[in-house]
């Protein structure tokens, strides 16, 4: 058997979102810098950091 098991990658948990999120290959050379789970939520942080939101 090849690869690795979904279950068994790191997660990490969105701070905008809350859902948890798995390491993707595309990940693979910046995973320590890599904070939200989507554009969409990385859109909405920076738009709440203008605004003055927390």
Same mark, same amino acid.
């Given at each position: 058997?090849?690869?690795?098991?979904?279950?068994?990658?790191? @997660?990490?948990?969105?701070?905008?979102?809350?859902r948890?999120? *798995?390491? *993707?290959?595309?990940w @693979?050379?910046?995973?320590e810098?890599?904070?939200?789970?989507?554009?969409?939520? *990385?859109?909405?942080a920076?738009?709440? *950091?203008?605004?003055?939101?927390?």
């Amino acid at each position: 058997m090849r690869g690795t098991k979904k279950r068994d990658l790191p @997660e990490k948990t969105c701070p905008v979102c809350g859902r948890p999120f *798995r390491w *993707r290959k595309k990940w @693979e050379k910046d995973w320590e810098a890599v904070t939200y789970c989507s554009e969409r939520c *990385r859109s909405r942080a920076k738009a709440a *950091r203008r605004t003055g939101a927390s």
